[in-house]
């Protein structure tokens, strides 16, 4: 019956995001479509997280889609929308290639080999003038569907529900349990006939996938790019900040920190034209200082606190409960 | 043909070698207890023919195949399976999600599959409260929670180090009980490492002995146990 | 054996490749050093905060950028050299990292590493952010006649000034060296970071060590922040790059190996001049540096495996 519940409500979700452009004017969809993209990102970062592998990086792959799409257009003459696909599969063959050589590190130093990488992306970007503009970047003749508000909204939707029925997937397959025990104990793992690179390795490929298909989707409505804007680092930061806020490990912790932030930020933004951004800073201190699981593990805590001994959840629905205090 | 053999086993580490070329092998239905001082090498035994540890030489063999360098979640998959001295749960899955990981990847089997392997498994352990986190466990349920995995891999052959420990007399009691049942039911080979000589008497059939990580002796405990060698090592380590 | 001759090897191939550099382009190396000064005596206190702590503060570069700004604001409305502001500047920096151990940092030492990982980084933002609201992202410069000086040999002539920044890394390290290896008080520290469970055992007060060493970090980094005023101008992310270089520096010595973290900086120095006596290859220069990490990170990850 809850998940059901879960379900007609996700149903819903979904039929008034799709219907948002219907009653929405130009302004708030501008802002709707910048919190889908961070929210996909967020998203994104987590699902790899739940390997306990932690990305400095989504900025890197983002930019690197964003690219692959921007100039597969421009010097390749493909088609806009078919160019989404083709960054979307360059990224995942570049984390394909790569993967097999840093998902041998572990802790601080995948997570700075990470960083690292995006910055060698953003240096070539920069440097390659004849091919991709350099410093001064690149520009569209048209931004995709001639810029119609509506499409562009709907096209950073469908970006969104890709990535958020990929993370969808990862919680009710078995890649749950796998990528769960590898977070936990990888020396359980694999005397329990866990492949951990090969797990790594598809939840690498995936989130770098989505992260390049969103910076495609982005540069394609934006209609230019620059080395500063494709690897922005707020495209690592607000998607990090958003996730850990809302809660880690799950697809709706990200998505509701990624609402909360995104509007904040907008709003912010207005207010503060230089250094709004500390306020993602000081969430991140705060969240990691106290409270580590994030908005919905305080919701949580607050109902077994509230709902006494019988606690609530079953064994048929192990995804919603999962998260407790390490 | 043995279940599980080795020859000439050796591993050092830079300098010490904690291994030393062991050879033995271990037969189907048989419980064998694998005894020694602290530090004798025992658990690093287990760790190179699990796969955990690669050996610096030597040959392991599982039926008569050669898996001396196979990585450990592929020996887990072909029927070799373990559980630690210190105990590993994995925090963030449910007792039963923990069972099923073993089902899953080991067996391949579908999750609706290992839930229902899982099931069974912890009933017969008597393993109750599935749903809960392993938080909540008490050391006995983790350490059951821990054999019921190994043995959702379905294993042929499976190593339990040190399961008694930090039990009370009674838990160990019915802890024994319980290996001598699921090795007699699933025909497996058993190698008990335990620190307890009244569960190595009552449970295996052979005992072998390692000392700085030689094997010294071999056969029945009663046997074994007054071999001079054995009387030696186990003083010379008191003393 | 082997390893010794390995050295030799390594240390003759250096000096060749040295010697060729110097007879072709000397400021190449020149310069490599004066950077790879710059370098290593930022990336030092870091290495002591993540042998001895075990934190990899990614907010290391942001308490540069508080202590230039600190310095830059002591000389505008004094008037006075950041040599004399060196010394305030220090203590202010210290007070700072001291009371950022003790409200974050000190919180997560038992978390996992995640945490503090994802701490530092939300640290690091917090302060550039604040500085970005402070001081907008303006870039702000003091000059000094001295920094010019330069010198002539023959047909040669290059600026000196900059290898102060070596004399301040080769400080350091004999410094700390000395400290760790001959006081009480250091080899306490180095016992801490060794195994604090046992030091604690001995009598140390890990919690006290783990303020104290955070403190002389972020001390030796705003000796630097106030030097860095003289050579470069100051904005909120001024520090932020040398964040990343010094963590691959120490990742590239080996934690807990001072004296290694110079090397690593004479190595990153000079394949960087190199690079940019290349006119078409000047704008590569930034990649080598990142190039040089993740093989670094890389061979250490393959290596530690055999091992």
């Known amino acids: 019956m809850k998940i059901r519940g879960a379900y007609i409500a996700a149903a819903v979700a979904a039929a008034i995001m799709i219907a948002f452009p219907a009653f929405l004017g130009a302004y708030p969809l501008n802002v709707a479509r910048s919190v889908m993209t961070y929210m996909a990102l967020a998203v994104s970062w ?42 979307a599969l360059v990224a995942g063959l570049v984390a394909f290639a790569l993967g097999f050589a840093i998902l041998r590190l572990r802790a601080m130093y995948f ?78 793992a694999r005397s329990n006939g866990i492949d951990i690179f090969k797990y790594l390795l598809v939840a690498f490929v995936v989130t770098s996938t989505l992260q390049g298909m969103m910076g495609a989707i982005q540069v394609q409505s934006y209609g230019f790019t ?101 | 043909m043995s279940k599980l053999s080795t020859t000439g086993l050796t591993k050092a580490f830079s300098g010490l070698v904690a291994v030393n070329d062991v050879s033995f092998a271990m037969e189907e239905g048989e419980i064998l207890g694998i005894i020694g001082p602290n530090g004798a090498g025992k658990t690093t035994f287990i760790h ?176 074994v146990s007054k071999d001079p060698r054995v009387i030696e090592a186990y003083l010379g380590g008191a003393a | 054996m082997v390893n010794k001759r390995k050295t030799t090897l390594v240390v003759a191939l250096i000096a060749a490749a040295a010697v060729i550099i110097l007879a072709w382009r000397p400021t190449v190396l020149i310069y490599g050093l004066q950077a790879a000064g710059l370098y290593a005596s930022i990336a030092v206190p870091m290495g002591l905060i993540l042998g001895i702590v075990h934190i990899v503060n990614l907010a290391h570069g942001e308490f540069l950028m508080v202590a230039a700004y600190a310095t830059y604001l002591l000389c505008k409305s004094l008037g006075i050299d950041p040599y004399l502001a060196l010394l305030p500047v220090t203590a202010v920096t210290a007070g700072l990292g001291f009371v950022v151990y003790k409200l974050t940092i000190r919180q997560t030492l038992k978390a996992p590493e995640l945490n503090q990982l994802i701490l530092t980084f939300g640290l690091g933002i917090s302060m ?77 007060d890990v919690d006290r060590t783990y303020g104290f060493v955070f403190a002389m970090a972020t001390a030796l980094v705003g000796m630097m922040g106030a030097m860095l005023i003289t050579r470069s101008a100051v904005f909120p992310t001024v520090g932020s790059p040398y964040t990343m270089k010094s963590f691959c520096l120490v990742a590239m010595a080996g934690i807990g190996n001072i004296p290694g973290i110079l090397g690593a900086s004479i190595l990153l120095g000079v394949s960087e001049n190199l690079l940019k006596a290349f006119r078409g290859l000047r704008g590569w220069a930034d990649i080598v540096f990142f190039v040089l990490i993740i093989t670094v990170i890389l061979g250490r990850s393959i290596r530690g495996k055999k091992a």
Not at chain 1, 141 to 170: K, M
Not at chain 3, 143 to 157: K, Q, R, T
């Open chain 1, 226 to 326: 620059t080395p500063d804007t494709a690897f922005d680092a707020n495209f690592t930061l607000l998607p990090l900040a958003m996730a850990l806020l809302g809660g880690i490990h799950s697809t709706i912790g990200p998505m509701a920190g990624a609402v909360l932030l995104g509007i904040a930020s907008e709003w912010l933004k207005l207010k503060i034209p230089y250094g709004h951004l500390v306020v993602y800073g000081v969430i991140i201190i705060i969240v990691i200082l106290f409270m580590p699981n994030g908005l919905f593990g305080l919701a949580r805590k607050a109902i077994r606190k509230a709902g006494g001994a019988g606690s609530p959840g079953s064994a048929s629905n192990g995804s919603d409960a999962e998260e407790g205090a390490r």
């Open chain 3, 128 to 204: 550039t952010q604040i500085a970005n609201l402070l001081f907008t992202s303006q870039t702000r410069k003091l000059s000094f006649d001295y920094v010019s000086a330069s010198i002539d040999i023959g047909e040669l002539s290059f600026g000196v000034y900059n290898f102060v920044f070596l004399g301040a890394a080769l400080l350091m390290v004999v410094g700390l060296r000395w400290y760790l290896t001959r006081t009480t008080a250091g080899k306490a520290a180095v016992a801490v970071g060794q195994n604090p469970r046992g030091a604690a055992i001995v009598g140390i």
């Open chain 2, 48 to 223: 190179l023919v699990s796969g955990i540890l690669m050996p610096s030489s030597g040959r392991i063999e599982f039926k008569g195949r050669d898996v001396t360098y196979l990585p450990a979640h592929e020996r887990s998959r072909l029927g070799i399976a373990r559980t630690y001295q210190l105990i590993h749960p994995l925090e963030n899955l449910k007792v039963l999600e923990n069972v099923m990981v073993g089902a899953v990847f080991s067996r391949g089997k579908s999750l609706r599959e290992a839930r229902l392997s899982a099931e069974g498994i912890c009933d017969e352990l008597g393993l109750g409260g599935l749903d809960r986190d392993t938080a909540q466990l008490s050391i006995l349920e983790i350490k059951k929670m821990e054999i019921a995995r190994a043995l959702a891999n379905e294993p042929e052959v499976l190593f339990l180090d040190e399961v008694m420990a930090g039990l009370n007399s009674d838990e160990t009691k019915q802890m024994i009980e319980t290996v001598r049942r699921i090795a007699g039911e699933r025909r497996m080979a058993v190698g008990v490492v335990e620190h307890v000589m009244g569960v190595i008497r009552e449970l295996t059939q052979r005992v072998i002995v390692l000392e700085a990580g030689e094997l010294i002796a071999e056969g029945p405990y009663e046997k």
């Open chain 1, 46 to 87: 987590d699902m790899l997280l739940r390997s306990g592998q932690i990305s400095f990086g989504i900025a890197g792959l983002f930019g690197l889609g964003s690219y692959a799409s921007i100039l597969a257009v421009l010097r390749g003459g493909m088609d806009p929308l078919l160019s989404i696909a083709f960054a």
């Open chain 1, 111 to 188: 997570s700075i080999t990470t960083l690292a990488l995006m910055e060698i992306f953003r240096i070539i970007m920069h440097n390659l003038h004849d091919f991709s503009g350099g410093p001064e970047g690149v520009v569209l003749p048209e931004v995709i569907f001639g810029g119609d508000a509506s499409a562009l909204y709907w096209l950073c939707l469908g970006g969104l529900a890709v990535t958020i029925g990929a993370s969808w997937y990862f919680e009710r397959s078995k890649l749950r349990l796998a990528l769960t025990a590898i977070r936990n104990d990888e020396t359980s």
